[in-house]
């Protein structure tokens, strides 16, 4: 059975960084699009970040400039560099991936989620 395992949240002063980090657990026969989500208090979830395995991105544009997505398709990991952190970035961060897993057929999963806090 497949889980995707976040870390890297936390809590940072504004104009700060963090470094998100989601590794698929599990046996992955193949890796499809990975991303990143956030949802704020009272908010709905929305897309912040998205990779594809050929390396493609694409952005939120409030995140535009200040985020970074890469993967390690080895690995099966995606990463979300957050430089210039806002308050408004405070939110939960969840991982996606558009996976086919060993024992399944193509399916997104999530993961747990990782909290990020922006605060003075």
């Known amino acids: 059975q497949v889980h995707l395992v976040e870390s890297g949240g936390g809590l940072v002063q504004p104009g700060g960084s963090l470094r998100l980090s989601c590794a698929a657990s599990?046996?992955?026969?193949?890796?499809?699009?990975m991303g990143w989500y956030r949802q704020a208090p009272g908010k709905q979830r929305e897309l912040v970040a998205v990779?594809?395995?050929?390396?493609?991105?694409n952005y939120a544009e409030s995140v535009k400039g200040r985020f970074t997505i890469s993967r390690d398709n080895v690995r099966n990991t995606v990463f979300l560099q957050m430089n210039s952190l806002k308050i408004e970035d405070t939110a939960v961060y969840y991982c996606?991936?558009?996976?086919?897993?060993?024992?399944?057929?193509?399916?997104?999963?999530w993961g747990q989620g990782t909290r990020v806090t922006v605060s003075s």
């Open positions: 996606n991936a558009d996976l086919i897993p060993s024992i399944d057929g193509r399916r997104h999963y």
């Open positions: 599990g046996s992955v026969l193949s890796m499809y699009d």
């Open positions: 990779i594809t395995n050929g390396g493609s991105t």
